[in-house]
């Protein structure tokens, strides 16, 4: 059984920077695709970036291009998404999500939708502060 384990959150001023965390406890399958989603108060969960465990490809959201950088540890079976110049609306659970047939999608430069993915995380939250 594969589970996903986030960490990371926290909370952090306007302008600061958080690291968030996903390890996956196995996985059997010869591909592995991971991203993150978040879901605010109120609103539905939207993808944040994506990563493609074999050659790396990677793909994000308009609303984080340049301030999210999304990384891996092969060895380690763990994503990371690294959060720079965090801004109040990026307040949300963020939650990591795992499969190994969505790739073609990340590959193909589209972020994977949330019913695309198989295996979820309990979620870590983020709140940015003004």
């Known amino acids: 059984l594969v589970d996903l384990v986030e960490s990371g959150g926290g909370s952090v001023q306007a302008g600061g920077s958080l690291r968030l965390s996903c390890a996956a406890s196995e996985w059997p399958y010869s591909s592995r695709c991971m991203g993150w989603f978040r879901q605010a108060s109120g609103k539905e969960r939207e993808g944040v970036a994506a990563i493609y465990s074999s050659g790396g490809s990677i793909v994000y959201a308009d609303s984080v291009k340049g301030r999210f950088t999304i990384s891996q540890d092969n060895a380690k079976r763990t994503i990371y998404l690294q959060m720079n110049r965090l801004k109040p609306e990026d307040t949300a659970m963020y939650y990591c999500?795992?499969?190994?047939?969505?790739?073609?999608?990340?590959?193909?430069?589209?972020?994977?939708?949330?019913?695309?993915?198989?295996?979820w995380g309990q979620g870590t939250q983020v709140t940015v502060s003004s």
């Open positions: 999500a795992a499969d190994p047939y969505v790739c073609s999608a990340v590959v193909g430069g589209r972020l994977p939708r949330e019913d695309e993915y198989t295996y």
